[in-house]
């Protein structure tokens, strides 16, 4: 159901139910007493903005605002709450969060035991032959501290193919039933950008990494579309009332963007979204269509998305050197001779391109192409002379190449809970002396590089005030951080709040429209009960979103 606008009408001295002044301004609703981050070049305060026509028209002080109280203006005082720019998660798999809550959710499991009971309970109460798919275990917080085993989900499983995939998105963890319906074996070679897991005796162990998931995971029964609208619904539901009032759809099938467009239509779509095509056919139809721009600015098909390595968890990112636990360097995902005529193109039509890469040879050879696809195209040959391209995680990145993304101007596109995340394992997986090159928010800010804060949920759990609380204190939410972890990477509480607005808005190109708290722009507020800019990290996430506001509407509040 749409959410309307509700008239609150409060008695205060301030604002007192007298008849329209001669020189009143007309607004459709005012927010007052209450304290607001602008989050513009001066990081301006106030205490009231009114709104008219889905756009702020004032921002001040509560003395200037009394003349916007008019006829039937509905007004908030937001006493002992404050006020942002609308809070933007830059990289999020909308449809994942739908399907998190419709399928069986592994999330915040504590131990391998636990997960395995868990997904044994389910599998009892299915039929055999039907397919068991769950997601989000990971182990790095387990006592166990190691994957699941092929023979562990053989032991309840014998009649129905289970796929479990970790919470990275990057590998999955399957039974024997589900290897053998898709004819892997030990003669079973790895396909590019993938691996199977295999043991000493070239054996699979059921660990399928990257491409290689999808050998099994192209046997799995399609969703219909009642099924994928429901999941877009509840994803769009979940996260207004967390207080995103834009999601970055990072590689989507382009029926997603069909169906969020009949979502609009229907007046259910509650946040705005910026939709990026998978790599594959949904990219070449992007290319061939060429982007679709909302002049509501609501859903808008702004890219693609490609894919240039696996994740670190999962050991398929790619790296210049060995992994510290393991014989590999990862492996990368795409191929040249098919992804350069893409971004020529893409480049020609004007539309933007974001890559997944979080090794340091991902991130290199990533910048590679991107350089020389821009010196393929001159600036006249293009329909955007300013591209924007982005690079998804950025999570390890040489000295040379940090340069490399100022130099090019390419936008790091991070997501702050993946450091405190990683930080369980990543100096397993590559030893203390890389951990200086990974997360490196304040050093590519330092350089002048656009950095952009996201979730990637439903790999992390899609909360604003987790992602806020990590890129300003780099800790986990227990206050832990490990050796090595450089806690001088954190950003400042200002840059952080413009890393989830303004710089979110920029990266795009959205940022004359929305972004901060400014006349004119669209009137996009997320409304906290604690001020985050001040209160102590370990209070940030006992804050709590008391409005989420998109255009003037008030489509969440507590």
């Known amino acids: 159901m749409k959410l309307r606008l509700l008239p609150i009408f409060l008695s205060a001295l301030l604002f007192n139910a007298c008849n329209k002044p001669v020189d009143c301004i007309e607004s459709d609703t005012l927010i007052y007493n209450t304290k607001v981050y602008t989050a513009n070049d001066s990081n301006t305060e106030a205490q009231a903005v009114a709104v008219k026509n889905k756009n702020i028209i004032f921002v001040g002080s509560n003395e200037e605002a009394k003349a916007y109280k008019c006829g039937e203006t509905s007004l908030l005082d937001l006493q002992d709450s404050f006020v942002y720019p609308g809070f933007i998660d830059s990289h999020v798999h909308v449809k994942g969060i739908g399907y ?46 190691r994957f699941p085993t092929i023979e562990e989900l053989d032991r309840f499983s014998k009649d129905r193919p289970v796929v479990l995939e970790r919470a990275d998105g990057h590998a999955v963890i399957v039974n024997s039933y589900a290897l053998n319906l898709a004819g892997i074996d030990s003669t079973t070679q790895d ?52 207080g995103w009032t834009q999601l970055h759809d990072a590689g989507s099938p382009y029926s997603d963007f069909e169906i969020l467009e009949e979502i609009k239509s229907e007046g259910n779509l509650n946040t705005r979204i910026q939709f990026y095509a998978s790599d594959g056919p949904d990219a070449l139809r992007m290319l061939e269509e060429g982007v679709k721009i909302d002049p509501l600015h609501m859903l808008s098909a702004r890219g693609i998305k490609l894919y240039a390595d696996g994740a670190i968890g999962s050991r398929g990112a790619a790296f210049l050197e060995k992994y510290h636990d393991y014989d590999t360097s990862g492996f990368l995902i795409f191929e040249k001779e098919k992804t350069l005529p893409k971004l020529i193109e893409a480049l020609k039509k004007g539309i933007q391109i974001e890559t997944h890469a979080i090794g340091d040879k991902g991130n290199k050879i990533t910048l590679d192409w ?132 303004k710089w979110a808005s920029y990266s795009v190109f959205e940022e004359d429209i929305k972004g901060t708290i400014e006349v004119g722009k669209l009137a996009d507020f997320t409304i906290f009960s604690k001020d985050l800019m001040t209160i102590p990290e370990e209070d940030i996430m006992s804050s709590e979103v008391v409005m989420t506001i998109v255009g003037g509407q008030i489509v969440y509040s507590r």
Not at 123 to 137: F, T
Not at 464 to 484: H, S, V
């Open 191 to 242: 396909p590019q950008g993938g691996a199977i897991n295999k043991d000493v005796n070239g054996n699979p162990t059921g660990l399928l990494v990257d491409k290689a998931s999808l050998l099994v995971e192209k046997l799995i029964p399609k969703k219909s579309f009642k099924q994928d609208k429901k999941a877009l619904e509840i994803a769009i539901n979940n996260s207004v009332k967390l």
């Open 100 to 145: 998190r809550e419709l399928n069986l959710n592994l999330q915040g499991i504590n131990s391998l035991k636990e997960m395995l009971t868990v997904v044994e309970i389910y599998s009892n109460s299915k039929e055999p032959g039907d397919w068991i798919v769950g997601r989000g275990w990971i182990e790095k917080n387990w006592p166990e501290a």
């Open 370 to 501: 991107y350089e020389e696809a821009f010196s393929l195209v001159s600036k006249d040959e293009r329909l955007i002379e300013e591209p924007r391209w982005r690079i998804e995680h950025a999570q390890n990145i040489q000295p040379e190449d940090q340069l490399r993304y100022k130099e090019m101007d390419v936008i790091a596109s991070m997501q702050p809970s993946h450091a405190i995340g990683d930080l369980h394992f990543a100096e397993k997986r590559l030893g203390l002396e890389r951990l200086k090159n990974a997360y490196v928010w304040r050093s590519l800010l330092n350089l002048g590089v656009k950095v952009v804060g996201g979730s990637d949920a439903p790999v992390e759990i899609g909360d604003p005030r987790i992602e806020f609380k990590a890129a300003i204190g780099r800790k986990d939410l227990d206050g832990f951080y490990g050796e090595g972890w450089h806690l001088e990477e954190a950003v400042e509480r200002q840059e952080a709040l413009k890393m989830f607005t």
